[in-house]
């Protein structure tokens, strides 16, 4: 029998192969998610024997159905419940914001209210910061002056030349009785043990989020934390694209110029930033946080911006920073500038462009000319055509890499934020970004897009249409495993 067994081993392998593989496509019908997704799925698991399922298991499990990630805990805090109930807007004091200036942008507050629970907060001042280098001279400037707490979440953190700055100044903090937590992704960071052995002698609580055994050959596996924010002592918070790395300062001895963008808030924002990352915390550390005042202080008002914090990721029932870039788009009444790293949108974004543009709408989308990833460019250049079929013009960014994710409408809608115009940041990873709806930041915005349209080349709709077959064949490939990229 055994010797049967042997001889016939790839028989037996094989049988055992498509039985996991035809468990796993009923799986995936019954799931009822993006047909499109669910083929690329199904065509792997049916095509690439045993490294179907490596990538089905490694990419295709859904928590946000089984509830690993729990809110509730954070959530039901009565400090929470108390401040989230006393920021919500009634109906009356949303109606006044609508005659005020909103109008039917109103109907995104409501959404990110209802779906997120996430208040508007009417008294904040927010400043926007382009490029690595300002966003870490005003944020170092910030740590130095913390008192009580520092809180920090990102996708990215090295301990390289900028990276060792921030992480050393954590270590002296901490040391002179500040509480820092740091949470950082498995996957995205690269911490040495030696600087990872000084934050935890330091008395820096540091952990991360979901660990894997091999984060440098897990590429972009499933569920990551590709949020980038800090909170310090509760009154100023971080938002936006840069991480904690070299690649994101443009040092004179840099050989590629990064194009990015991040915000720096004051204000009532700060209660929903602050939850957020407790949320997160609780998670990563498995410890239920005591929740204390002196997280959430109460200070003056210094500017009235009205800003709201969405969240979206595994622990939310909807895709709620999808959901309110979809309105935004649908609400346009005169422009749309979207500025994003990597451009693979799902049909809902694809057709609300479309239909914008087609109705007049002057839409326009700014990425970059060379991308830090092979695939995602070409899965990106396989959407263009459906731009410019609905006369979209599209921007290719020629100073370096951008990577800034940036929506600015009609002068009053704006958002920067953590999430890509792309299936991983709508459905799959740990996204937040901050949306903020004021005539003076959102023209700010609209006049930085100008001018990075200056370092930027149009593309022509009838020359794109001429490019090599070759090309043509990649997008296809690329395009086909856009849902898994």
């Known amino acids: 029998m055994l010797e049967l067994f042997q001889n016939n081993i790839w028989y037996v392998l094989i049988v055992i192969n498509y039985l996991l593989a035809i468990s796993a496509v009923t799986t995936l019908l019954f799931r009822n998610i993006n047909p499109t997704k669910t083929l690329s799925y199904i065509i792997v698991l049916v095509f690439f024997p045993f490294f179907g ?48 200036f909103l109008e039917d942008k109103i109907k995104l507050v409501k959404l990110l209210q209802k779906s997120d629970k996430a208040p508007l907060t009417k008294c904040n001042t927010v400043d926007i910061l382009l490029n690595g280098e300002t966003k870490f001279d005003r944020l170092l400037e910030d740590l130095k002056a913390a ?23 954590l270590c002296e903090k901490a040391l002179s009785g500040v509480k820092v937590r740091l949470s950082i992704d498995d996957v995205g960071s690269s911490i040495t043990r030696k600087m990872k052995t000084k934050l935890k002698e330091s008395g820096v609580e540091f952990y991360s989020f979901m660990p894997v055994l091999f984060p440098k050959f897990t590429g972009r596996m499933n569920y990551r934390n590709h949020r980038k924010i800090v909170i310090i002592d509760g009154a100023v918070g971080y938002i936006g694209g840069i991480n904690i790395s ?39 550390s498995d410890i239920d946080v005591d929740i204390s005042e002196d997280f959430f202080p109460n200070k003056p008002c210094k500017d009235e911006i009205a800003v709201q914090i969405a969240a979206s990721g595994p622990d939310t029932d909807w895709a709620n920073i999808m959901e309110v870039i979809f309105s935004a788009i649908t609400s346009a009444d005169d422009y749309i500038y979207l500025t994003t790293p990597y451009f693979i949108p799902n049909p809902q974004i694809i057709t609300a462009l479309q239909v914008a543009s087609k109705s007049g709408i002057d839409v326009r989308l700014l990425i970059p000319d060379k991308s830090d990833s092979w695939t995602a460019k070409h899965a990106t250049n396989a959407y263009l055509d459906s731009l410019f079929d609905a006369g979209i013009k599209v921007y290719r960014y020629q100073k370096g890499f951008i990577h800034a994710k ?80």
């Not at 690993?68 to 009565?78: A, D, G, P, V």
């Not at 994101?248 to 700060?270: F, K």
């Not at 957020?276 to 990563?284: A, E, G, R």
């Not at 609209?446 to 077959?469: T, Y």
């Open 147 to 169: 008192k009580h707490h520092i809180h920090i979440e990102y996708y990215i953190v090295r301990d390289d030349k900028i990276g060792s700055k921030v992480l050393n100044l």
């Open 246 to 284: 070299d690649a994101y300062v443009n040092y004179p001895e840099s050989e590629d110029y990064w194009r990015d963008t991040h915000l720096r808030l004051e204000g009532e924002a700060i209660v929903t930033l602050q939850v957020q990352f407790l949320i997160n915390w609780n998670f990563v």
């Open 406 to 485: 940036t929506l600015v409408v009609d002068d009053v809608f704006s958002t920067i934020g953590t999430s890509n115009m792309d299936y991983r940041s709508f459905n799959i990873n740990f996204e937040i970004n901050a949306v903020v709806y004021n005539k003076k930041v959102s023209k700010e915005l609209k006049a930085i897009f100008l001018k990075d349209l200056e370092s930027a080349q149009v593309m022509n709709p009838e020359a794109w249409i001429k490019r090599p077959k070759s090309e043509k064949i990649k997008e296809s490939i690329c395009k086909l495993w856009a849902p898994l990229l």
């Open 53 to 100: 399922l490596l990538v089905y298991y490694l990419f295709g499990q859904e928590y946000r159905k089984s509830k690993i990630f729990n809110r509730k805990n954070i959530l039901n805090q009565s400090i929470v419940k108390k401040l989230n109930a006393s920021l919500e807007q009634t109906k009356s004091q949303l109606d006044a914001l609508e005659d005020d």
